[in-house]
């Protein structure tokens, strides 16, 4: 087990896990964690991930050795749906064993890793294979992205509640504040809801304020 990789997750799509990534790559290189990112599965694309794109401009470099490599993006699939039907609409498996190589091979030459899922912990990457199930069984502490909107809290405890029943390591919460124009009274009170709920429940994992970058 690769003891430098982070798992990224969501409460929900588009709640700026890819986002959440990048910013975070990019704190973590500003002070000295050598830190690259990779995307599990990326759908909805042919060729290059759109979501590496998104990292390494958050990032504030260009395109990496190992994105050429394509180590960071190591499965692609062209319909824009959850992993485990893009595999089939396209007609070809997600290949397990090349993700997994990849992520070592990353492991090995940065100090970090931050593993971007697809979608929240429930997704489905087969059939059979959820994305929190990949999560347990490579023990990877997990990053887990949210954000004051309505509904939002009820989305982060289901999300917390699996976390734990499932003996996962909570290494961050990520409260996303992008895009702005979300009700603020709702958004402030959701954030002290849940910073709070975080501390009394999960000691040790942090609690972090993702801010609008401008981008």
Same mark, same amino acid.
């Given at each position: 087990?690769?003891?430098?990789?982070? *798992?990224?997750?969501?409460?929900?799509?588009?709640?700026?896990?890819?986002?959440?990534?990048? *910013?975070?790559?990019?704190?973590?290189?500003?002070?000295?964690?050598?830190?690259?990112?990779?995307?599990?599965?990326?759908?909805?694309?042919?060729?290059?991930?759109?979501?590496?794109?998104?990292?390494?401009?958050?990032?504030?470099?260009?395109?990496?050795?190992?994105?050429?490599?394509?180590?960071?993006?190591?499965?692609? *699939?062209?319909?824009?749906?959850?992993?485990?039907?893009?595999?089939?609409?396209?007609?070809?498996?997600?290949?397990?064993?090349?993700?997994?190589?990849?992520?070592?091979?990353?492991?090995?030459?940065?100090?970090?890793?931050?593993?971007?899922?697809?979608?929240?912990?429930?997704?489905?990457?087969?059939?059979?294979?959820?994305?929190?199930?990949?999560?347990?069984?490579?023990?990877?502490?997990?990053?887990?992205?949210?954000?004051?909107?309505?509904?939002?809290?009820?989305?982060?405890? /289901?999300?917390?509640?699996?976390?734990?029943?499932?003996?996962?390591?909570?290494?961050?919460?990520?409260?996303? /504040?992008?895009?702005?124009?979300?009700?603020?009274?709702?958004?402030?009170?959701?954030?002290?809801?849940?910073?709070?709920?975080?501390?009394?429940? *999960?000691?040790?994992?942090?609690?972090?304020?993702?801010?609008?970058?401008?981008?």
């Amino acid at each position: 087990m690769e003891k430098n990789v982070y *798992f990224v997750s969501g409460i929900d799509t588009n709640v700026g896990k890819s986002y959440a990534t990048g *910013f975070l790559a990019r704190a973590w290189n500003g002070k000295g964690v050598r830190t690259i990112t990779q995307k599990l599965v990326q759908t909805g694309n042919e060729g290059a991930s759109e979501d590496i794109a998104l990292h390494r401009r958050i990032m504030g470099c260009g395109w990496l050795r190992e994105d050429e490599e394509r180590l960071t993006m190591p499965e692609i *699939f062209s319909y824009p749906c959850s992993p485990h039907l893009a595999s089939e609409l396209d007609k070809r498996p997600i290949d397990f064993g090349k993700i997994g190589r990849a992520t070592e091979e990353l492991s090995r030459r940065y100090d970090a890793v931050l593993l971007e899922g697809a979608g929240g912990l429930m997704v489905p990457l087969t059939r059979d294979c959820l994305t929190i199930d990949y999560v347990v069984a490579k023990g990877y502490p997990l990053v887990l992205v949210t954000s004051g909107r309505l509904g939002s809290i009820s989305h982060t405890l /289901l999300s917390l509640e699996a976390i734990r029943s499932r003996g996962i390591c909570l290494h961050a919460v990520v409260y996303n /504040l992008y895009p702005e124009g979300e009700d603020r009274t709702i958004q402030q009170d959701t954030e002290m809801y849940l910073r709070e709920y975080v501390g009394c429940n *999960f000691k040790g994992a942090e609690f972090i304020l993702l801010p609008c970058l401008g981008l």
